[in-house]
């Protein structure tokens, strides 16, 4: 049982690191949308989008298998969509 507790304290460890990584990224493209807005820009880049979803697709563990790959693409899809939702509303 223990074993369980231990594994569930290191989810919870990789949980706080993903939030500290979800608010870097949150300010990273605030500035990046700053910046859009100042020179004009689309402030919407699907191939930028695409090229981030498709990013490591290349690495074996993506590779060799699909379903953690089609995994990967829908966190990475889910992350520029909510992200989008956030800075129309900040």
Do not use: G
């Amino acid at each position: 049982m223990s074993s369980i507790i231990q594994l569930r304290q290191e989810i919870e460890k990789l949980h706080e690191e993903l939030l500290h990584l979800i608010l870097k990224r949150k300010n990273l493209v605030s500035q990046i949308w700053e910046i859009k807005k100042t020179n004009r820009r689309d402030m919407i880049d699907l191939d930028r989008e695409k090229a981030l979803i498709d990013q490591f697709d290349q690495t074996p563990e993506l590779q060799n298998d699909p379903a953690l790959k089609n995994f990967y693409h829908n966190v990475v899809k889910n992350i520029i969509a909510e992200n989008k939702k956030y800075a129309r509303k900040a």
